[in-house]
């Protein structure tokens, strides 16, 4: 697997870590939002969700357009995309690793039991 542009990665990750920008991106993905709307769940001031924004675009998550004194924000999901393709390899290792769990647990089910009047007794 290779990783074309890791520092982009890096960046969404970096972005993915913080709950509160994971929410504005939950917000996002229904339709654009103002920051003064991204930022009103969290009580938090216009410059406190700019900062925010400020990480999520970088990352590229977001796209802020200037209306006036409005900025509006959207979601951009190609970096998200890209991100769900890294773990997805992660997905296939767990998904065999689970599999040959599901095997030795079926196997243990399928052995003989010992009888009753074997257990507790040494071999």
């Not at 870590?17 to 993905?29: C, G, I, K, Q, Y």
């Not at 930022?39 to 001031?45: G, L, N, T």
């Not at 290792?93 to 599999?99: G, I, K, V, Y």
């Amino acid at each position: 697997m290779v990783e074309q542009h890791p520092a982009q990665l890096d960046a969404v990750f970096h972005a993915l870590a913080d709950a509160t920008r994971r929410h504005m991106l939950r917000s996002l993905a229904t339709h654009e939002h103002s920051i003064g709307e991204l930022a009103a769940p969290f009580h938090m001031s216009f410059a406190g969700a700019s900062k925010h924004v400020k990480v999520l675009e970088r990352a590229g998550l977001v796209r802020r357009t200037v209306q006036g004194r409005t900025h509006l924000c959207r979601l951009e999901a190609q970096a998200l995309a890209e991100a769900h393709e890294w773990m997805r390899y992660y997905e296939k290792f767990w998904n065999n690793r689970l599999d040959a769990l599901e095997a030795l647990l079926r196997a243990g089910d399928q052995a003989p039991k010992p009888s009753p009047s074997q257990k507790g007794k040494k071999p």
